[in-house]
């Protein structure tokens, strides 16, 4: 079945560091992959996403590329803000355009230090 | 725009009591519907997702069930709670047809089973 792993943290920089949160997934047919963030006591928000390979997500400063030969989508910002501070979700969705659900890794909580 | 409402937003419930949580969702016609539980440090687990009203597709088995009476209208329920339903239900929807896959996600009701 499909299945997503990333990092689980807590991941804790300082303000202006680089951001890597790894993330790698299992899946049988050709997925999308999308990144979700969720801030303290909100829903989750679309973040970035991707539909294919070799494909790069990008918004708000955050990048990820879908690399099949490895199987990631690793995300990525280059200086990151206390604003950024929130746990965020890799997922991928195998379902052809189907109604099935996304399947998500178990989260990556992120503590940005002024 | 569409918008995605959850209520309540808060619920604390004693154990073997009953629930019925209330997803809509405005200015989309015939969304894919699903039902998320994110419990404390663990991933997103779908529950429920609906292509219809009264079309459901259970994901897991448990003590919950979920009806769609309308086609904006997604509402979760139970006759009889557990300690172990405590969590973050989330609901989302995605846009048909075939092909659109990005899943947009309401604030969340917290539930708690004293």
């Known amino acids: 079945g499909n299945s997503v792993t990333q990092m689980e943290g807590p991941v804790t920089l300082s303000e202006e560091a680089f951001l890597t949160i790894n993330c790698t997934y299992t899946?049988?047919?050709?997925?999308?992959l999308f990144w979700y963030v969720q801030y303290p006591g909100e829903g989750l928000q679309l973040l970035l996403k991707?539909?294919?390979?070799?494909d790069k997500g990008s918004n708000k400063g955050f990048e990820a590329t879908y690399r099949k030969e490895t199987t990631s989508f690793h995300l990525e910002k280059g200086s990151v803000q206390v604003s950024d501070s929130a746990v965020y979700f890799c997922a991928l969705s195998d379902s052809g355009g189907g109604a099935d659900g996304l399947t998500f890794g178990k989260g990556t909580h992120l503590i940005i230090q002024p | 725009s569409q918008t995605i409402h959850q209520w309540p937003a808060t619920l604390v419930q004693p154990v073997g009591s009953p629930l019925s949580l209330e997803c809509t969702v405005e200015?989309?016609?015939?969304?894919?519907l699903y039902w998320y539980r994110q419990a404390a440090g663990r991933g997103l687990q779908l529950l429920f997702y609906s292509v219809g009203i009264g079309q459901i597709s259970s994901e897991v088995p448990q003590n919950l069930s979920a009806s769609r009476p309308q086609d904006r209208q997604f509402i979760l329920s139970s006759k009889k709670l557990l300690l172990s339903d405590s969590g973050f239900y989330l609901c989302?929807?995605?846009?048909?047809?075939?092909?659109?896959?990005?899943?947009?996600f309401g604030p969340g009701t917290r539930l708690l089973v004293l």
């Open positions: 200015g989309t016609s015939n969304p894919n």
């Open positions: 991707a539909t294919k390979a070799d």
């Open positions: 989302a929807w995605s846009a048909t047809p075939h092909g659109e896959e990005t899943q947009y």
């Open positions: 899946a049988t047919g050709y997925p999308s």
